[in-house]
């Protein structure tokens, strides 16, 4: 119903900026929230942030607060997670995630389902 999938990882030094893609389709014209992810290697998958399917409302996870931006771009259905001051504690697999909303849902940035989910990309931080 809704296909999500991930791009733009890839290898950066500590304190680069890195911007990740989440490209949604199928059934996206009731609108969806989006949430980022980020799994690192023997860790439990880990919320980073979550965007409305306005745009007006973002939430993020402490750890990452201040340095990592959710945009969306509802008419090419593109989510974007900016990275900046990266660190190798970001080192992960990076995921988008999206719940289908129905009209009422446009501003609501709350918890989600999460019922969507792409393929993950590799971002990975040195130093």
């Known amino acids: 119903q809704v296909q999500l999938v991930e791009s733009g990882g890839g290898l950066v030094q500590a304190g680069g900026s890195l911007r990740v893609s989440c490209a949604a389709s199928?059934?996206?014209?009731?609108?969806?929230?989006l949430g980022w992810f980020r799994q690192a290697p023997g860790k439990e998958r880990e919320f980073v942030g979550r965007i409305s399917w306005s745009g007006a409302c973002t939430v993020y996870a402490e750890t990452v607060k201040g340095r990592f931006t959710i945009s969306r771009d509802n008419a090419k259905n593109t989510v974007y997670l900016q990275m900046n001051s990266l660190k190798p504690e970001d080192t992960a697999v990076y995921y988008c995630?999206?719940?289908?909303?129905?009209?009422?849902?446009?501003?609501?940035?709350?918890?989600?389902?999460?019922?969507?989910w792409g393929q993950g990309t590799q971002v990975t931080v040195s130093s």
């Open positions: 199928g059934r996206t014209s009731s609108g969806y929230i």
């Open positions: 995630a999206g719940d289908v909303v129905g009209p009422s849902g446009y501003h609501y940035c709350g918890p989600s389902r999460y019922d969507y």
